[in-house]
């Protein structure tokens, strides 16, 4: 029953990069409640704390951290912060935050989301999630914020966005209003469906709409 772990000092990475179910370092340890130098991790790989449901840090412990895998917080449901701040991370893995309970996230270096699929909770409960401040990211992958129903407000550098894959925002019920100055061609079917309280889109430089936006 582990329950604190200090890691060497010389290890700041967890894992190797693999998509393998079995490459998590702390996979299952369900009685890890800390890690008191988590925060020398730069890199955080594909499964490493799955189910680690008792494990606690502090919303500024992976202010250095560059890379969260796939699944890597899957499940940590006692990960509760009203805003988790990642300031280094460039790269984000499908599910890494799911189960976890995060009113906001800000990743100002993240490019890239990961694709998705409708059951994906890549930045945790969705029924929590309210804010994210993503201003780097220029593509929106199929089921990028899918049914994430709290989500007040994206802070995106919208100017820049190019590309919105279908349902991206599909069931962001609290969703009010989008501004996607740079947009010139929307041809992905429902968007924005299911946005009961989206009343505004401004999309000035918009010359082709080739698909249903939202009903």
Not at 22 to 36: D, M
Not at 97 to 113: A, C, E, P, R
Request: charged content about 15%; overall charge positive.
């Amino acid at each position: 029953n582990l329950r604190e772990i200090t890691l060497p000092k010389h290890i700041t990475t967890l894992g190797d990069g693999s998509s393998s179910y079995t490459t998590g370092a702390f996979r299952n340890c369900s009685s890890l409640e800390t890690i008191p130098n988590i925060k020398q991790l730069t890199s955080i790989g594909n499964y490493s704390f799955y189910n680690c449901s008792n494990l606690v840090f502090k919303n500024d412990d992976l202010v250095n951290t560059t890379r969260i895998g796939t699944s890597a917080f899957h499940n940590c449901t006692s990960l509760i912060f009203d805003e988790l701040n990642l300031p280094s991370l460039t790269s984000l893995g499908e599910n890494a935050f799911y189960g976890t309970k995060i009113k906001k996230i800000s990743m100002d270096k993240v490019t890239t989301l990961t694709n998705a699929s409708s059951s994906s909770m890549t930045f945790g409960d969705r029924a929590i999630l309210e804010e994210v401040n993503i201003p780097s990211v220029k593509v929106f992958p199929i089921y990028s914020f899918y049914n994430y129903a709290a989500l007040k407000k994206v802070d995106i550098n919208w100017p820049e966005v190019t590309v919105i894959n279908r349902y991206a925002f599909t069931g962001c019920t609290s969703l009010k209003s989008v501004y996607m100055n740079s947009m010139t061609n929307i041809n992905t079917a429902n968007v924005f469906d299911g946005c009961t309280k989206l009343t505004y889109i401004s999309a000035p430089n918009l010359t082709t709409l080739t698909a249903k936006v939202r009903h």
